[in-house]
């Protein structure tokens, strides 16, 4: 069994920075990929980052820029730098995680932590 946790969120003004991060525990051999969605109300969830074990990263053109997506392999912990955030930025950010375990591979989510931009 593998528990994905967030935190980090918050309330913060236009402009402000905020860090995520997101620890995986469980039976973990290692992660294939650590990704951050978010989704705010009323609208589809989306990607916003994602690092493959490999250091390879993908962002959304929204935040790039502006989010640095980065991991930490031995503590199976992600992180997402949010800099310059906007009111449009508000939502609840998940953390997504492909997770190997001898021999199989499996998806994991974490509950979220909620991001709040004022302006």
């Known amino acids: 069994q593998v528990q994905l946790v967030e935190s980090g969120g918050g309330s913060v003004q236009a402009g402000g920075s905020l860090r995520l991060s997101c620890a995986a525990s469980?039976?973990?051999?290692?992660?294939?990929?650590m990704s951050w969605y978010r989704q705010a109300p009323g609208k589809q969830r989306e990607l916003v980052a994602s690092?493959?074990?490999?250091?390879?990263?993908n962002y959304a053109d929204s935040v790039k820029g502006r989010f640095t997506i980065s991991r930490d392999n031995p503590k199976n912990t992600g992180y997402l730098q949010m800099t310059v955030l906007k009111p449009e930025d508000t939502a609840l950010y998940l953390c997504?995680?492909?997770?190997?375990?001898?021999?199989?591979?499996?998806?994991?989510w974490g509950p979220g932590t909620q991001v709040t931009v004022s302006s």
């Open positions: 469980g039976s973990i051999a290692s992660i294939n990929v």
């Open positions: 690092m493959s074990s490999d250091g390879r990263t």
């Open positions: 997504s995680a492909v997770i190997r375990w001898e021999t199989r591979l499996s998806s994991y």
